[in-house]
């Protein structure tokens, strides 16, 4: 009764999420200024990002390769409220296919093929203070491999998280990610920088919209005419459900590993940007659960070359 009153209670939040920003774009008040604290600076109310990704074949320890080809499209809306409050709105979608040759921890058959994730999410920043704000981002997410069904692939959670400016050039935060993750809840600590070391060289946490997500930091440098340099470093991992008709009839897989990367970017105009990855999954892991939760196959894969092209568009 507590996870379905859960699941009511992040539904009619992100619904009321909705409603704020499209009644908002339709009817924006004349003197609306964007929240001090958002922690995307970006003031397009609108951002589409679209990124394909090739993670390269790495040996299994068990024996055997795994690669995947990952193709993202992420769709962000913002509307500032007021000067002291503002909403998001998330969409993401990411289709994964990945490549098994000769697994033999996983009985030489493929376990898994095209995994399909489908993600919604709302956020609200508020600024407590000056100098305090707080964001919250409740999501809900869909985590399937073709075949299995949509019911019982459903992961809910989000993020909440503190942040206080010391100075024009340096925010700090902290908080948590917290996820129901197809009966695995996940706590992750969050650790929030944007510090702005001098003129060009920036650190703060990876991009929402990059292909490693936002549980990371980033080094950048402005290198001039619209160019960007940066390397970092993240966590990054999945649950989903597997295919009813499969090896592993109605299980979960779980793959986390610590990506890499170096990334040059470019501006196009105000409104464009690319940005090129390049870099490697690091201590990557894969597992099978069976329906009941436990633990049946594992297996580790070498470090992983991966490339990644990210094109956004703000309008």
């Known amino acids: 009764m507590v996870i379905a009153l859960f699941r009511s209670t992040l539904s009619t939040v992100i619904l009321a999420l909705c409603f704020c920003i499209v009644s908002g774009f339709c009817a924006a008040p004349a003197s609306a200024e964007p929240a001090a604290a958002t922690p995307q600076p970006e003031t397009a109310p609108f951002t589409i990002t679209v990124t394909p990704s090739r993670q390269f074949d790495a040996h299994l320890s068990g024996g055997g390769t795994v690669g995947v080809s990952r193709y993202l499209l ?155 340099a940066a390397a970092g470093g993240a966590y990054k991992s999945s649950r989903f459900r597997l295919s009813n008709s499969g090896l592993y009839n109605g299980g979960v897989a779980e793959e986390f590993s610590y990506p890499a990367w170096g990334r040059i970017s470019r501006k196009a105009g105000k409104n464009l940007n690319f940005d090129l990855y390049a870099g490697a999954m690091l201590g990557g892991e894969l597992h099978i659960d069976d329906s009941n939760g436990n633990r049946i196959k594992s297996d580790r894969y070498d470090p992983a070359p991966f490339m990644s092209l990210a094109f956004s568009a703000r309008f």
Do not use: C
């Open 74 to 228: 992420d769709i962000t809306a913002n509307k500032p409220l007021s000067e002291t409050l503002g909403v998001g709105l998330n969409f993401i979608y990411e289709f994964a296919d990945y490549n098994f040759s000769a697994p033999v921890a996983f009985s030489g058959a493929k376990p898994w093929g095209q995994v399909h994730h489908l993600e919604l999410g709302g956020s609200v920043v508020y600024d407590v203070t000056p100098v305090w704000s707080i964001y919250v981002a409740p999501t809900v997410e869909f985590l399937r491999e073709d075949g299995a069904g949509w019911n019982n692939a459903v992961a809910y959670g989000g993020d909440i998280f503190v942040t206080r400016d010391f100075s024009p050039t340096l925010t700090l935060g902290l908080g948590a990610e917290v996820f129901d993750e197809l009966g695995k809840v996940t706590p992750l600590p969050l650790v929030i920088v944007n510090w702005k070391i001098n003129d060009r060289l920036v650190l703060a946490n990876s991009s929402q919209t990059g292909p490693m997500g936002q549980l990371g930091a980033e080094l950048a440098y402005t290198l001039g005419d619209g160019w960007e």
